[in-house]
C-alpha cells in the first residue's frame, strides 16, 4: 500500500465532517473544562455504525465457536476485509488524534482493551454478557493492570490478589492510572491468585467487575499535565466479593499473562495512527502560520532554521504512515504483528510526535507556548505516548530481548 485509497479519503471526509459538528464545539468543555468524553464517543459509535458491524462480528464469532473446529473453516489466511477495517479504523484514529488524543485513548481502552480481553480469553457467555454494551458505548470499560507500586514491572510487584472463598473471589488491591476509571461501568481487575504459593509463583488471574459491587471505590479523575478529554483515575478493592463466572475464561489455569501480553500489543500497534494524527496536524498548522508570520521583513517559512523543522515533520509524518500502511498490509495478508515489532513500532511513532510536537511549539515562538494555538494541547497530549502502554525504555528492551533470543536460537 502506497497511498490512502478512494474510499479512504471519502471516510475520511465523512470524519472530517463528525469533527467539525460534533467535536469541535464540544472540545473546549472536554479539553478543559473536565466534561467527559463519552457522549460525544457514543455519538461518533451510532454515526458511523462502528457498534452494530462490531456487535454482528461479535455474533458471528460466537457461531462460529458454538459450531466447534469444523473441517471446512479454513485457517487464517490472506483478507481484504480485516485490512480494509484496520485501515478505516487507522483513519478515524488519525483523524481524532489531530483534535483530542485523550477522547481516542478514552475510545479505544473501553472498545479496544476492555471487551478485547472478553473478547479473546473470555468464555462465550462472559462474551453474550459484557461485550455488546462496550462496543455499542452504552457501558464504558477500563483495564486495570498498573498499580501505586507496580508499572513497568507489572506482574513482579503486582500486589493486588484473588482468594478463593467456596465458588466466590475476595478481591483486593488498589489500581493507578486507569484510563476510563472514575467512570467505568465495566472494569477488567489484573491480579494475583494468592492460593499459598509463595507470592513469585502466583498466577495471573483477571475479572470482570461492575462499578457498584460493594467494596469497590473510583477515585475522581487525577489532574493530569495533558490527554484532559480521558479521565484518568484510581480503584481501590476491599474485599470485593464475586462469584467465579467474574474469572475471565472461568479457569485459572488459562494464563491472564499471556492475555495482559495480547493487549499490550494490541495498544502499542494503535499508537502509530495515534501519532500519526499529532504528526499531521503539528504540521499541518506550522506550514500555515509559517507562512503567515513575518518577522524581519519576510514569512518565517523562508528561514532555513525553520524548514528544516517543516522537514523534519515531513520525514516523521512519510515514516509513521508507513509503518501504518505496513499494519494494514499485514492484516491483508492474514499476518499478526507480533510484541517486539508493535513495541519498535511505538517506540518510534511516540518519539517521533514528540519530536514534531515540540518543534512545532518552538517554530510558533510565544505563541506556541499559549492554549490558543493548539500546539500547546499537542506538545501535551504528545508526552503520554512515549509513557503508556509501556514506556519508551521498556519498549527498548522488549524490542532488544527479542532480538538476542531470535540470535540465540539461530
Ligand atoms: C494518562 C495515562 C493513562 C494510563 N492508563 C492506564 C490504564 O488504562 N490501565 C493501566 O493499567 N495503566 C495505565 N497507565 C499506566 C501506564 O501504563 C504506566 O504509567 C506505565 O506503564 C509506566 O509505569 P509507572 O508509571 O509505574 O513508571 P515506572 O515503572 O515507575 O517507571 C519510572 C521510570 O523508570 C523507567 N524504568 C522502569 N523499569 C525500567 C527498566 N527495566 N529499564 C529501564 N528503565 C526502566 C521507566 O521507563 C520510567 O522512565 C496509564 C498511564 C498514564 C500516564
Redesign the pocket.
Known sequence: MIEWSETHLAFRDMVRRFIEAEIKPKLEAIEHEGEPPYDVLRKMTKSFGLGELAIAELRHSLEREKRGPSPELKPRGPSPEAAERVALQAVLVTELCRYSLGII?AWG?SVG?TAGAIMSRGTPAQKERFVPDLLSMQKIG?????EPD?????FGSMKSSARRDGDHYILNGS???????PYADTIIF?CKLDDGRAPAERRVVSFILDRDMPGLTASKPLR?MG?HG?P?GQLFLDDVRVPRDRLVGETEEAPASSGAKDTFTAERTGVAAMALGIIEECQTLSLDYSQRRVQFGRPISQFQLIQLKLANMEVARMNVQNLVFRQIELAAAGRRIDIAEASACKLYSAQVAMQCALEAVQLFGGNGYMAEYRVEQLCRDAK?LQ????????Q??QIARSLLARRAIS
Open positions: 485513548t481502552v482493551l477500563a483495564w486495570a493492570i498498573t507496580s508499572g513497568s514491572d507489572a489500581k493507578t492510572f486507569i484510563t476510563n476509571g489484573i493530569k490527554l480521558s484518568t503520554v509513557i503508556y502502554a509501556g514506556t519508551d525504555e521498556i527498548v528492551s
